[in-house]
Every structure is written in structure tokens, then in C-alpha cells.
């Protein structure tokens, strides 16, 4: 079973930036595709970004394109979500999942098979 822990959350001002990381536990996501998606108080689940499994095609939501940046290094079965430019609407809890069909980079919640428990990002105005 894949197993997956986020981390690198905290509290930020307007304009700062974090790095949060998502790492397996359990097997290898290495022919997995992984997603990030966020949720904020009184609010659906929304994807935010996705690498597909060989780190060569990336996928980002409106809201974040040209401010966050997301990649994995295969080595240390680790992926990553570079953000920057953080604003107050960028409050919420960060979550990361992985998608077992390897040739795909789905946006849609209900296509990935495993999910992190999330991490708390705080952006302070």
C-alpha cells in the first residue's frame, strides 16, 4: 500500500514563500502520478497541481500558475509543491494524493486511489 505524508506547512506573511513535501511510507509511487489539492474553511476540495509519474509534464490550477511549482525527485521518492507569492486566499489545508494508473494526470478528485492526511499552510495578511 502506498502510504503518503505531508509536510513544510506553517504560518507565512502575504508574499512569502513555502515548501511543502509529499512522501511514500509505504511502497514506491514511482509509475504513480501525484497531485496536490487544497481546502479551506466552508469550501470544496480543489486541485491545485499534478506531475504525472516520470516528472515531465505538469499540470497547475489558474489560481496558482506562474506562483507555485510542483516536481519529485525520483531518487529520494519524494515530490514537492514550491510556493510563492503567497496570498491570504492561499489559507488552507494542503493534501497530497497519488493516482495507481500511470499513464494519466488527473485534475478530479475521485481519480487518485491514496491520500496524505494534509498540512496546514497559513497565509497572514
Known amino acids: 500500500q502506498v502510504q503518503l505524508v505531508e509536510s513544510g506547512g506553517g504560518l507565512v506573511q502575504a508574499g512569502g514563500s513555502l515548501r511543502l513535501s509529499c512522501a511514500s511510507s509505504?511502497?514506491?509511487?514511482?509509475?504513480?502520478?501525484v497531485g496536490w489539492f487544497r481546502q479551506a474553511p466552508g469550501k470544496e476540495r480543489e486541485f491545485v497541481a499534478v506531475?504525472?509519474?516520470?516528472?515531465?509534464?505538469?499540470t497547475y490550477a489558474d489560481s496558482v500558475k506562474g506562483r507555485f511549482t510542483i516536481s519529485r525527485d525520483s531518487a529520494k521518492n519524494t515530490v514537492y509543491l514550491h510556493m510563492s507569492s503567497l496570498k491570504p486566499e492561499d489559507t488552507a489545508v494542503y493534501y497530497c494524493?497519488?493516482?495507481?494508473?500511470?499513464?494519466?494526470?488527473?485534475?478530479?478528485?475521485?481519480?487518485?486511489?491514496?491520500w496524505g492526511k494534509g498540512t496546514q499552510v497559513t497565509v497572514s495578511s
Open positions: 509505504g511502497r514506491s509511487f514511482s509509475y504513480y502520478a
Open positions: 494524493a497519488a493516482d495507481s494508473l500511470g499513464s494519466r494526470s488527473p485534475v478530479k478528485s475521485y481519480e487518485y486511489d491514496y
Open positions: 506531475v504525472n509519474w516520470s516528472g515531465d509534464s505538469t
